[in-house]
Every structure is written in C-alpha cells, then in structure tokens.
C-alpha cells in the first residue's frame, strides 16, 4: 500500500479549530454591523428590533446621495484609465524581448503597493499643493481622479500580466502562420483570451479606489466627499444604525463586484 | 531513386542560427543546406536539440537565420514575418485556439486572407470532411479528445491551401495505437492534397514509415539526406547508423579499393568487399556498419567470415537476437533471426560459432 507522501494539512491537530476561530474573527464584527443595520432602536450597541427604516433614511439622505455619486465618478474613471494603462503597461513588458530596465519597470509599477499609504497620500497632497501654488491648477475632482488612477494601476496590472504570462505563446504563434498581421493576432486572439484578467484587473481597481480613505482624506477639497470620508464624519458624531445601513450597502456592493468578476473569471477559463 | 529531378519546394541554403550573444553563443543550426522537393514527405530526424525545430521555425518565420536563405520555389522567403508566408504549421501542442469552435479555427486562416465568406464556408466543410470531424464542427476545442484535436489542427493548416505543410512533432502526444493510426492518416492527406509535408519527429521508426526522404540531423548539422532505405542500409556516418535502427560496428583495414568498393580485412585476416559513401576515400582503420538482420550464423566457426562464442540469446517473439563475444575482442556483434519453423539449427550460449555476411551486408563509414 503506497501511503500519500504529501501531508494532508487537516490531519494536524488543532488546523480546525484555529481555521474556526480565524473565520470568526474575521467575519463576526461584519455580522454583527449587518445585524445592526435592522435594529429599530437608534443606538447601534443596543439591540431594540427589525426595521428597514434606516435603509430607508439612508436613501433620502442627500449627502449619502452626493457622496455615492462623487465615489461612482471618482472609481469608474480611475478603473477604466487604470486598467488601460495597466494593459498596455501589461503587454508592453510580457510581449517584447527583454529590455534593459524591464526589471526597473516593474518595480516602479508595483511600488505603490510597497510604499505606505499614508507616504503617497502626503506626497500626493504635496504634489497638487506645488502644483496649485505654481501655476495655479487645480482640477476640482480631478485631481482625486487622477490619484486614484494612479494606485489603482498596480492592482489591475497584476491579474493581467498573471493572465498573459500564463498564456500559451504558441496561440499567438499560430494565428501568425495562419496570416494574421500582429494587429490582428492581438484583436482576434491575445485580447479575447485577455478579458478575463482584464475584468479582474478592473474589478480589483474598481474596489480598491471605491474604498479608499487615506489619500482620498487628504486630497479631497470641500464638496469632494466620497462614501469613506462621509462614513468616517458621520462616526464622529454620535452614531445611529444609518451608517450600519450604508456600511452594508457598501459591502453587498463590493461583494456583487469581486462575486461577478470571479464568475467572468471561471466561466472563461473553462 | 535518391537523385530523381524534380522542383524544389523548399531550398535551404548555408542557413546559420546563432542563440545567444558573447560567451552563450550557441550555434542551433550550423550551416546547412537541404533542398525539398514539391509533393514530398520529407522528415527533419533527430534527437532533441540537433536543430529539427529550429530549422523549422526559420522555414515558418518565427525565427530568422543568422546567415543564410531559404527560398520557397525561388524566392527567398528568409526575411518575411510568418503571416506573409504561403507556409503553414501544425503545432505540437496543437495551439487550437481555445474561444473559438472548432469550424472557426479551421476558417481562421482563410478568414485572415480576407476571402469572401462564402469561400470560407465551402472550404471549411471541405476540410472537416477530409478529416472526418463535421459532426464536431460547433464543439468548443476544449471539449474534443487528442486525437480529434490533432485532426483540428491538420485541417486548420491545410485550409488555407499551403505550398508547404510544417508538422513539428505533431504525433508525439497520442497513445501508441493513435500515433499509429493518425500516421495512416497524414500519408493519406499527404498523398490527397499533394502538398509539401515537412515532418519533424525524434522516432526513427515514425520516420523510416512515413517519409518519402529522411535527413538525419545531429547537433546542428545535417549528416545524411536521402530515402528510408538509403539512410537504413547505406548510413554515411556512425550517428546516423546508431540513430536508426540495431547496428554492429567493426573495426577493419582497407587493403585495396575499386568503384566504390573497398576490400576490408580484420584482425583474423579474413576480409569482405564493403561498399563507402559517394565522395569520400577510406584508407587505413575503418569502421564498417552491419545490421544484425544482415548476417548470419553458421555453426561451423571455420565456415564464418568472422568467429566468437554466443554469449546472449534473447528471444523476442519475431525474431530472436545472438550477441556472439568475437574472438578478436571488442564489442559484442548482434545477429538477428527472424524466427521460422523451417530454422533446423538451434544453438546454445557457449557454443563456438562463425559469422556470415550477406552481400552488400557490411559499409564503411565515414568516421
């Protein structure tokens, strides 16, 4: 009898229930966000009964309005730019011989994933303050816009240049000997066969700008508030389930996103 | 008919491919040059690394030769991108695309040609009866077997009516019973289509079956051009003799020559007539080449050409294989029997035997 050679990690003793307690942990503060959401009582630690009137009262709420619609502009430009840019950047350093400095490229694109948050959001801040005090520019939201593009690009990169690396380079091979121009090779088979990552890519951004809160703090001006920055002023105040309800609308939300992108993404794949 | 005229499909002339820069150079084809004739089956043989596939690839454009043309019935196609080539590939790896049906892989070709759809249409159905896959026409690739995906990768290649068809390896990942069927097969295409066939494969035998011509091919050079039969009976070189097929090598001296012939002694002083390669002259030590089905044993050493003892008796069902210890040392010298029921001489291992040659049996080679 061969016996497996691989250990099976849930015969160890104890990996149930410290994978029990990890779940736990991560997931019960959210639950009990949610629950509180339906709590008729106007305190969110003091549970009183079911209602939806606090999603209710969320929806009328026009700074919930402005804000939801600001963080909808500010993520679906900096998702559709960053992606583009991520693509391109993408195919630029999987489908060219090797160049000197590639390996520089790509710390340069991943970088802003290394460095703290808080860094890029003072040199962002910094760097639009320089900007405005020079040659007195400023771009109203689009200097969020621009911030956000700008992290948003590492994230959607790497689903896209995991995708083309794993790609089968001969397909692009063989639409060549099947007369395709290297225009119409990449339309016809590299992009299609790239979608999924591209869609991951995107979805990735999409949330990572949506909820944004540091550099997003700093860089916003009056009227620039975005669904994390109206969160954070509404808890500063005394709290009342509302903010359970918007917080659990952001959550469904987000949920729906990375569910559609991962279904895009195994659908595809098959 | 090894020198029959005919036109060239593909000429390959003084093609270098250098990898690498500096010190990791690497020289995958060395100079060479090889001439294909239109309608042949012709097979690049050899083991990994001699240059098989590279050559290949220069002659489909996904490389480009270092020094060198290749010209296509005349043309030198060396410095053209692949999809400008009247050449088309069947992959190892069969690179079917994966979004597209199986119609629409073997359309795609055409489709790049820009031919009106109608064409495609009719060209399409042509294809999938050739290889007997209308039935699976709107199936996903993913969703057909090995064999079927192979047969998709043929008709996608032919579609477009190549002047000369590439296939690098394409059997190797079929079971035993498939490979041989789907050889089967590509000689019926071959012979169907009259296109130009140019085979890569490492299997000697898949080789010797198929091809109307073999060049055997080792560590960047091309050592032998010529038939199944030249390359088995006649090999120029030790490789080729060893690459193909069961060989017994021994060693001799040339004591006189003629017409292509040279009269070879060994050390036992008894000597045999041994045909050389055109175009080279042996003198002094030589090694000559005899296949085991080519000689014979005799029990009465004094009547064999050579003697030793039977050290080995190996039996295979068809035939049974002799390794006889020779006198005169050295390594040992396999016969082989085709087993029949007429064969009265059974020998035991030990027994003193003698060796015969059949005429023409022994060659020089040319290291």
Known sequence: MAEPRVMDIKDQPGFRSIAVICLLVLYIPVLILMIFSLNSGSLVTHWEGVTLNWYGSALLNEEFHSAAKNTLIISVTATIVSTICATLAAIGMTRVKPWRGLAAAFMVINLPLMVPEIITAVATLSFFALIAGTFGLNFGIGNLILAHTVFCIPFAYMPIRARLEDMDLTLEYAAADLYATPWNAFKRITLPLLVPGIMSGAALAFIVSFDDFTITQLVAGPGQTTLPLYIWNQIRRPMTPEINAISTILLLVSILFVSVSFLIARRRAK | ?367
């Open chain 2, 1 to 367: 008919m090894p020198e029959q005229p005919g036109k060239n499909a593909i000429e390959v002339r003084g093609v270098r491919k250098v990898f690498g820069t500096g010190e990791n150079q690497v020289a995958a084809l060395d100079t060479v040059s090889v001439s294909i004739r239109e309608n042949e089956f012709f097979t690049l043989l050899g083991p990994s690394g001699c240059g098989k596939t590279t050559l290949l690839r220069l002659i489909a454009g996904f490389d480009f030769p270092t020094a060198g043309e290749i010209l296509l019935h005349g043309q030198d196609i060396a410095p053209l991108p692949p999809y400008k080539r009247p050449v088309n590939t069947v992959f190892q790896s069969y690179a079917l695309f994966p979004h597209m049906t199986v119609a629409q892989n073997i359309g795609f070709g055409l489709e790049m040609l820009g031919k009106p759809k109608a064409e495609i249409e009719a060209r399409v159905a042509q294809m999938l009866k050739l290889v007997k896959m209308e039935a699976l026409k709107a199936r996903r690739t993913s969703q057909i077997s090995g064999g079927q995906q192979q047969r998709v990768a043929l008709a996608r290649a032919l579609a477009p009516q190549p002047k000369v068809l590439l296939l690098d390896e394409p059997l190797s990942a079929l079971d035993y019973k498939l490979r041989k069927e789907m050889q089967i097969e590509l000689k019926r295409l071959q012979n169907e289509t009259g296109i130009t066939f140019i085979f890569v494969t490492h299997d000697q035998e898949e080789a010797l079956t198929m091809s109307d011509r073999i060049a055997v091919m080792s560590a960047g050079k091309i050592l032998q051009v010529g038939t199944p039969r030249d390359i088995y009976d006649r090999p120029a070189e030790r490789f080729v003799a060893d690459f193909i097929g069961e060989t017994n090598f021994l060693p001799g001296t040339v004591v006189s020559k003629q017409a292509g012939v040279a009269t070879v002694k060994f050390a036992s002083s008894a000597t045999i007539s041994a045909g050389y390669p055109e175009g080279f002259n042996p003198t002094g030590e030589v090694t000559l080449v005899v296949r085991p089905e080519h000689a014979d044993l005799v029990p009465d050493p004094a009547k064999g050409t050579i003697t030793g003892t039977l050290s080995n008796i190996v039996y295979f069902g068809t035939d049974t294989h002799y390794h006889v210890k020779l006198d005169g040392g050295g390594e040992n010298f396999i016969v082989r029997h085709q087993n029949s029921r007429s064969r009265a001489v059974t020998y035991e291992t030990g027994a003193k035997v003698g060796i015969q040659f059949e005429e023409d049996a022994a060659r020089v080679l040319k290291d």
